[in-house]
């Protein structure tokens, strides 16, 4: 059964650069299948989609969010990571690390979620 | 693309209840919905409109048609309040729903 952990510092400074991993258990980071993800949640609000990206390279983003993410899948380790530049305080949320399928029409539904990593931005 | 959901949703225990998300010709799309529990990350109930994955009750089941898409939970219980989500894919992007709490009473 496919296994998402996420990881990474609890508190980033505002200017500096968001640095995020998730370890793939359980399955393949390599499957065709798959399309590895982020999704966000500042604290009492709702669901935000950051990108989600496939072992081969593709990429998809949300526009607003674009010029300051980078997104990598490193197979030898089945982990893959996100970069969000230049954050600030509206950064703040719970990153979830997802597994997401698709399908003809495009990206699909994400299962199952990493448990959620709390990220403060603040100096 | 904007998925609009009522921001809560009462049902009194073992009653039905029924979480809508609004949406442009969202009956053309593939919906998904998630369950969030307090302080829990979200859990997929229902996919591609109608679906459920392995594990989910018969309770839970959804639909979707012209510009709403709907999730419907039966003999409501305790244990379904929660937040509640629809996600689509519209024009290379991800669209979630503003969520609705469901409460029971």
């Known amino acids: 059964q496919l296994q998402l952990q996420g990881s990474g510092p609890g508190l980033v400074k505002p200017s500096e650069t968001l640095s995020l991993t998730c370890n793939v258990s359980g399955g393949s980071i390599s499957s065709r299948n798959y399309y590895w993800g982020w999704i966000r949640q500042p604290p009492g609000k709702g669901l935000e989609w950051i990108g989600s990206?496939?072992?081969?390279?593709?990429?998809h983003q949300k526009p607003s969010l674009k010029s300051r993410i980078t997104m990598s899948v490193d197979t030898s380790i089945n982990q893959f990571s996100l970069k969000l530049t230049s954050v600030s305080v509206a950064d703040t949320a719970v990153y979830y690390c997802?597994?997401?399928?698709?399908?003809?029409?495009?990206?699909?539904?994400?299962?199952?979620w990493g448990q959620g990593t709390l990220v403060t931005v603040s100096s | 693309y904007e998925l609009t959901q009522s921001f809560s949703v009462s049902v009194a225990l073992g009653q039905t209840a029924r979480i809508t998300c609004g949406g442009n010709?969202?009956?053309?799309?593939?919906v998904h919905w998630y369950q969030q529990m307090p302080g829990q990350a979200p859990v997929l109930v229902i996919y591609?409109?109608?679906n459920r994955p392995s594990g989910i009750p018969e309770r839970f089941s959804g639909s979707n048609s012209g510009n709403t898409a709907t999730l419907t939970i039966s003999r409501a219980q305790a244990g379904d309040e929660a937040d509640y989500y629809c996600?689509?894919?519209?024009?290379?992007?991800?669209?979630f729903g503003g969520g609705t709490k469901l409460t029971v009473l």
């Open positions: 997802v597994s997401g399928t698709y399908s003809v029409f495009g990206l699909d539904y994400f299962d199952p």
């Open positions: 010709n969202i009956g053309s799309k593939n």
């Open positions: 996600q689509v894919w519209d024009s290379s992007t991800v669209v």
């Open positions: 990206i496939h072992y081969g390279g593709s990429t």
């Open positions: 591609r409109d109608n």
